[in-house]
Each structure stands twice: as structure tokens, then as C-alpha cells.
């Protein structure tokens, strides 16, 4: 038993999940456990052990196999920072900013570095479950592949691909990939699963047949839906859904075009007290909100742009005038300040951007980028923070007098003279429980009082349930090789 990979016939069918609650499974029958995904693309990252970055889902599954996260697990990560390019990191550090057409000549010279951290996995664990990337049906992007069959036939790891059947036209996700495949790619996948089932699954067993004649692969199992999903941290923010419109205080977080490292909103999302709305382009600033959060961005003056074609400036003004608060995390700090400047064109264009005016601090661009795993103190309550910084830039001014946070006694963030618009570069920050708990009763929300991470830890415990009960795991792991 070595390695085993899970690639989908198309995006977002699963994938992630599957592989965190199958680590988690496998954890369970005493193995030692490690994910990897050759190539991610993401601008939700995880600050790791070794002081890199992967993508939040690596660290996710890191957790589920009870292993810290380590660049190795995940040893290229790219980071959009616009329609056409996007930030390459490999093995945890960032390489180089590339268009995508430039991208698909870079990609055969990132084959060793994954290929080199797939073995350092390889040799110091039992079984190494592997992640593609979007789907192996994408016979375009073949020459060159690092992240599905170009991987899988290098470092000779059998797949099983997963279909999502609640999008609709599931047998011809499974067999039209295997008739675009090249031969000998379609000859490394050993199975297939259906994912996403809702009702009764007997009632699939005519398509699930018929697939295994059509493919002469074995199938592992139809898994129903998973209720519990949204209680585990999201890599696409479009995956974070907005509370029912019955439930709890309001706090709306805005959907910026390039939002970055949004696992700050997982912990306030499941206290039932709060309904967080995800506020998307084109939708105002809900009046009732008590607060409004600009996340982190991977462009801030691009988001600032962003963000005033919205209208959501406008609405932030009248948001503050009524005595309403407002969170800048990372980017969305920057964006709080009265500028934002590029002088040397990292983010962009070169040149200086208006921020909203709500904090008297502004910011300027470095080439240097803060990466690590921080430990503060809320300079209000006194209670500890644990988080991570990941950004680049430096700010200053004179709400920095007034600091969100000590960092071994030197102060981080700012705070306006009225209390009420704070900013931070600290990711992470409310996984804290004591201090969530705090943060949410000095805005009239009383916490639940339950642990974050407690609730992660049984989230995975119910997904490996899930998985054993509905699936083939013992010929899933068999597979291995």
C-alpha cells in the first residue's frame, strides 16, 4: 500500500472531501495517512508547518490524517490575481507571476518538484492519497499535465474517478471521459464513485451498472449527500452559503473578485446566534447588518475598484454613520486606510489607489511577504489570538495608536477614534473561542460557547462514518499500490 488517486470528471464534484474523510478513514484502520495534490488553484492558503503556503483544503486534509501541514503536501499552489494570471508557488514559496497561456510552457519544469515532494511523503508514510485537479476530461491542458493522468502515469498511481450526480448527467461525465482519455491514461484508472446523491440511491442502480458495462471499471459505491459539509472550512468562498433570513444577527462579509484566505468567516458562520451573508456583486449592504467584514484580497487595489463599481463604498459610509462596525482583515485593512500604494507595480500597475478613508493609516506595497504562524494578544480584552499572516505590504499611521492586537508587546492592526472600524493582517483570528466570544458580545451576540476546532475534528469524525457506511473503502484502499 502506497498511494491512490481521487480525480473528478469534472470541478468541484468533491474531491477535496472525499480525500480528507478517506484519510480520516484510513487513519482510523491505523495507517499512517498523508494528502497531496500535485497542483492547486486557490486563493485560500494555509500557512504550514515549514513556514510556506498550500492550499486551505491540503490543510484540511493535513488535519483529517492528525498531521501538521506542510508545503510537500501540496507542492504547487497558484494564486489569480487576475482574469489571466495568476502567482506560482512551488514548495511552499512563490516562484514567479505568469500569464496563463505562459503558464502551460512553465509547467514540465515543475514536474520534479512534485514529483520530489510525492516521494518525501511517500517514504516516511503507510499511504499517500492523492487529489487531481479539476478533471483528466480536459484533454486540451494533457501535454505538459502535472495535476491528473501526466502525474498519475509519472509517478504510476492508480485512480478512481468520482462523478457528481447532482449536477445532472453523471453517465456521461464517466463515460465521456473515458472515450476523450488517451489509452493508456484511461488504462490508470481502476474504479469510479458517484458522489452527491440525494433520495433513495437504489434508484440509480440501472445508470450504475450501465456505467460499469459502458467503462469495464469497477464501481465503489454511490455516497449520498453530506448534510454536514458547510461546518467544514470552505475553499471557494462561493461555497460558504448565507444563513437563512430567520437566523441570527446579521454580519456580511463582501464577496470581493480576488478574495483571499476567507477561513476567517468559518468560525462566525456556525454560531447559531450570527446569519452570515455572503454579499455578492451587485447586491447592496444589508441595512440590518451589525457587521461588515472586507476580507483579505490577492488585489487590493483591483478589489478596491472592485468594490466602489458595487456601490458597496457607499453603502460602507452609510453602514458607519448609522453606528455600525466594520472588520478589515489582511487586504481588506489595507483597503480601510486612506491609500494603498504600488510603487513598484507587485500587485499590478504601478501607482497609488484612494482607500475608503475609514482608518487613518495607509499602506504601501513591499516585495517582501509576511508568512507565519502568529500569536497575539487582543489589546482590548486581553484574551489570546492564534492565526497566521500572509500578505505583503506595510502599514502606518496614526489609528495604529490605537493597535487591534500586541504581538510580543509591539502593536498590529488599527482601530478608529470611535471603536467601531478595526483592522488587522491577522487570518484566523476567531478560531479562538474565548476571544470569538468576546468579539461577538461587545456586538450584542451571545456566543455559543462551543469549540471551533471540536466541531471540525467531529465534522471529519461524521464524514469517515459517512464514507465507510456508503462506500468501498477496504477495495478503495486495496487499490493502492
Not at 94 to 114: F, I, N
Not at 339 to 358: F, K, M, N, R, W
Amino acid at each position: 500500500m502506497t498511494s491512490l488517486m481521487i480525480q473528478g470528471a469534472g470541478s468541484n464534484v468533491g474531491k477535496s472531501m472525499l480525500v480528507a474523510g478517506l484519510c480520516r478513514a484510513a487513519r482510523r484502520r491505523g495507517l499512517s495517512v498523508a494528502p497531496f495534490k500535485p497542483q492547486n488553484m486557490s486563493n485560500n492558503a494555509a500557512v504550514t508547518a515549514d513556514g510556506g503556503e498550500i492550499g486551505r483544503a491540503q490543510a484540511l486534509q493535513a488535519l483529517a490524517c492528525g498531521l501538521e501541514p506542510v508545503t510537500d503536501m501540496n507542492p504547487i499552489l497558484l494564486k489569480p490575481e487576475s482574469d489571466v494570471g495568476a502567482q506560482v508557488v512551488v514548495q511552499g514559496k512563490r516562484l514567479t507571476t505568469t500569464r496563463a497561456r505562459d503558464y502551460a510552457k512553465l509547467k514540465p519544469q515543475l514536474m520534479g518538484a512534485v514529483l520530489e515532494s510525492f516521494n518525501r511523503l511517500k517514504a516516511t508514510h503507510d499511504l499517500v492519497i492523492v487529489e487531481g485537479a479539476g478533471s483528466p476530461a480536459e484533454v486540451n491542458l494533457r501535454a505538459g499535465d502535472i495535476a491528473n493522468m501526466g502525474f498519475a502515469r509519472a509517478a504510476d498511481v492508480p485512480v478512481v474517478l468520482v462523478g457528481d450526480i447532482d449536477r445532472g448527467g453523471v453517465i456521461a461525465q464517466i463515460v465521456g471521459t473515458q472515450a476523450v482519455l488517451d489509452p493508456t491514461d484511461a488504462e490508470m484508472i481502476s474504479g469510479f464513485l458517484i458522489n452527491k446523491f440525494r433520495g433513495d440511491v437504489t434508484l440509480f442502480d440501472d445508470g450504475y451498472r450501465l456505467i460499469e458495462a459502458r467503462t469495464g471499471w469497477r464501481g465503489f459505491g454511490t455516497l449520498p449527500w453530506f448534510p454536514l459539509a458547510h461546518k467544514l472550512p470552505a475553499e471557494d468562498a462561493l461555497d460558504i452559503a448565507s444563513g437563512p433570513a430567520t437566523a441570527g444577527t446579521v454580519i456580511a462579509c463582501l464577496t470581493l473578485s480576488r478574495i483571499a484566505n476567507f477561513d476567517d468567516l468559518d468560525p462566525l458562520a456556525a454560531e447559531p446566534g450570527v446569519r452570515m451573508v455572503m454579499v455578492k456583486p451587485g447586491q447592496p449592504i444589508p441595512a440590518e447588518a451589525r457587521l461588515v467584514i472586507i476580507p483579505g484580497s490577492k488585489s487590493t487595489r483591483g478589489d478596491l475598484a472592485f468594490l466602489r463599481d458595487q456601490g458597496w463604498d457607499v453603502d460602507l459610509l452609510a453602514h458607519v454613520r448609522r453606528g455600525g462596525h466594520v472588520l478589515g482583515i489582511c487586504g481588506g485593512y489595507q483597503m480601510l486606510g486612506r491609500s494603498v500604494a504600488d510603487p513598484e507595480g507587485i500587485e499590478g500597475p504601478a501607482g497609488t489607489t484612494p482607500g475608503l478613508g475609514l482608518l487613518d493609516v495607509e499602506t504601501v506595497m513591499t516585495p517582501d511577504k509576511r508568512l507565519t504562524r502568529t500569536k497575539a494578544t487582543h489589546a482590548g480584552s486581553g484574551l489570546a489570538v492564534e492565526g497566521y499572516e500572509i500578505h505583503i505590504g506595510r502599514t502606518e499611521g496614526a489609528d495604529r495608536a490605537r493597535p487591534f492586537a500586541l504581538i510580543d508587546g509591539q502593536p498590529e492592526g488599527a482601530i478608529s477614534a470611535s471603536g467601531k472600524v478595526i483592522g488587522s493582517y491577522l487570518h484566523g483570528l476567531f478560531g479562538a473561542d474565548d476571544f470569538r466570544a468576546a468579539f461577538l458580545s461587545g456586538l450584542g451576540i451571545k456566543a455559543s460557547g462551543q469549540s471551533h476546532a471540536a466541531g471540525v475534528e467531529d465534522t471529519l469524525e461524521a464524514l469517515a462514518d459517512h464514507i465507510e457506511a456508503h462506500l468501498d473503502v477496504t477495495g478503495l484502499l486495496s487499490l493502492a499500490r
